[in-house]
Structure formats: C-alpha cells, structure tokens
C-alpha cells in the first residue's frame, strides 16, 4: 500500500544544481527517519543524507556543504537539492523513509531510483 517515487533526476552540466522529490503515498500514519542513498556504475550503494522527524541531518562527507536534504511533513516528501555538482555525484539516487502504515509495523521503504548525469 506504501509507495516511494522519486522524481528531478535528469543530466546537468559540472557545477549545475538540481532537485529530487521523493513523495510517500498510501496508507501511512507516520513518517519517521528519511534518506538518499545513491549507486554509482561499479560501486556499492551509498549513504548520502539523513533527516529524522525533528529536523536533525546527517550528510556524508563528500557532499557535505553541496547538498541539502529536507522534508515536508504535511506532504510525506522529502528533498535533496544538489549544488555545486560534480562528474562523481552521477548516480543512480534512491530514497528511503522508516514508515509505520496504518493499523501497521513500522520498517522501510524504498523508491526505484531516478538517474542524476552530470557532464559536459
């Protein structure tokens, strides 16, 4: 009943910016910790950024000053806007939200993936 899609991906240029939606739907009762994770060709998933239902983030270094994660509670969305990019940031980008579903377990969700490009 829960679903993740993921939206914003697309090809942009070295030093480009660009953002990504993931938006939650089906029958939630609550949201509790959200994240990107991303697959580049070759190398293992990645962690990317964090943020818990009280706001608190987590980036991993390599993007650290670069990217920001947020979310909208009322929208059971979270965000990542990407600046500064850089030809290493090309992934595949997933999110992740910890979900409780209605009359439910809580435990995780994932999206499919949408694809970031970034060249010249």
């Known amino acids: 009943q829960v679903q993740l899609v993921e939206s914003g991906g697309g090809l942009v240029q070295p030093g480009g910016s660009l953002r990504l939606s993931c938006a939650a739907s089906?029958?939630?009762?609550?949201?509790?910790?959200m994240a990107w994770y991303r697959q580049a060709p070759g190398k293992q998933r990645e962690l990317v950024a964090t943020?818990?239902?009280?706001?608190?983030?987590n980036y991993a270094d390599s993007v650290k000053g670069r990217f920001t994660i947020s979310r909208d509670n009322a929208k059971n969305t979270v965000y990542l806007q990407m600046n500064s990019l850089k030809a290493e940031d090309t992934a595949v980008y997933f999110c992740?939200?910890?979900?409780?579903?209605?009359?439910?377990?809580?435990?995780?969700?994932w999206g499919q993936g949408t694809q970031v490009t970034v060249s010249s």
């Open positions: 992740y939200a910890d979900i409780r579903r209605t009359l439910g377990f809580r435990r995780g969700f």
């Open positions: 089906g029958s939630i009762s609550t949201i509790y910790d």
């Open positions: 943020i818990a239902s009280s706001g608190t983030t």
